[in-house]
């Protein structure tokens, strides 16, 4: 009964690392979709109305990010973009990292240390995916893109 204990709980950890990792490119439209839903709630567009403008924040930022991305010739604009994703994926990464070490870490110090490199390898790992997900379209002067074929 004890290994099946070790085992499940295993994999629930494993399972919830794997979340935060896959979820890490959506921390910056999730922070919009919700900041833009407190703000109609609170303006007085009701649930329906915040929910319904939640959706379409989330989404709106999701998709122009990537297409300005994808679109983009400008390294530094890229960089930017790429950026704009991360930071907020490496936040969100800090923390959960910092409040599950408190499980197992009883020293301060290796707490901030483990949530340091946990926020380091999210944020990595949203850039990376920001990268795979938008790739640039193949340029020609003229606007047409021929058919090699």
Do not use: D
Request: contains cysteine; positive net charge.
């Amino acid at each position: 009964m004890l290994v099946l204990g070790l085992l499940l709980n295993t994999v629930g950890i494993s399972l919830f690392c794997w979340l935060i990792f896959a979820l890490a490119v959506y921390a910056l439209p999730f922070f919009v979709a919700v900041n833009m839903g407190m703000m109609a709630f609170q303006s007085g567009a009701g649930l329906f109305g915040a929910l319904l403008i939640v959706t379409a924040g989330g989404a709106l930022t999701l998709v122009l990010g990537q297409v300005a991305f994808a679109v983009t010739r400008s390294s530094a604009l890229r960089i930017a973009i790429a950026t704009a994703f991360a930071v907020p994926a490496a936040v969100a990464g800090y923390h959960v990292v910092f409040v599950l070490s408190h499980i197992g870490v009883p020293s301060l110090a290796w707490r901030e240390i483990f949530a340091c490199l946990g926020a380091v390898c999210i944020g990595v790992t949203s850039w990376t995916r920001l990268m795979v997900l938008a790739k640039p379209r193949p340029f020609e002067p003229g606007g047409v893109v021929e058919n090699p074929s």
